[in-house]
């Protein structure tokens, strides 16, 4: 049995290249030795990251996610079993979100629904817009 977690947090501090880049070498390197996959899209001073793999370690690893003092107000979207990876291709693909928006009608991930969360990360990456995406 697998499980998918998606959830969103906001940054503590500017999100710079190096920041992001650190959290990404970290997380590539842990799910590929633990059977994890998925996706961390970042932008607009907000991470949306889904998680994917066996219960347990998706468990184990967001205990560690909520005791990580980069990000703040750390809100889980989905937990769910599932059949099947929908990105496990990746140990971790870094996803650029972009800039905020003036626009009221902005996505906003603590609000979207759950099918609105990965309707958007699949609009993200249909468009070119994943940045690092080590193959599993």
Same mark, same amino acid.
């Given at each position: 049995m697998l499980s998918r977690m998606i959830y969103v947090s906001t940054a503590?501090?500017? @999100?710079?290249? $190096?920041?992001t880049g650190t959290i990404l070498r970290s997380a590539q %390197?842990?799910? *590929?030795a633990s059977g994890i996959t998925g996706a961390?899209?970042?932008?607009?001073? @907000?991470? +949306?990251?889904v998680l994917e793999g066996e219960p347990q370690q998706i468990e184990a690893l967001y205990a560690r996610i909520l005791l990580d003092k980069r990000h703040q107000k750390i809100v889980l979207r989905q937990k769910k079993d599932i059949s099947h990876r929908r990105y496990g291709n990746w140990s971790m693909a870094h996803i650029d979100m972009g800039q905020p928006s003036t626009d009221r009608?902005?996505?906003?991930?603590?609000? %979207? $629904?759950?099918?609105? +969360?990965i309707a958007k990360m699949d609009e993200l990456i %249909? $468009?070119?817009?994943?940045?690092? *995406?080590? @193959? @599993?």
């Open positions: 503590v501090g500017p @999100v710079t290249t $190096s920041v %390197a842990h799910n *590929a961390l899209c970042q932008g607009q001073g @907000v991470y +949306l990251q009608s902005v996505f906003d991930p603590y609000t %979207a $629904s759950e099918d609105h +969360l %249909a $468009s070119g817009k994943v940045i690092n *995406a080590p @193959v @599993v």
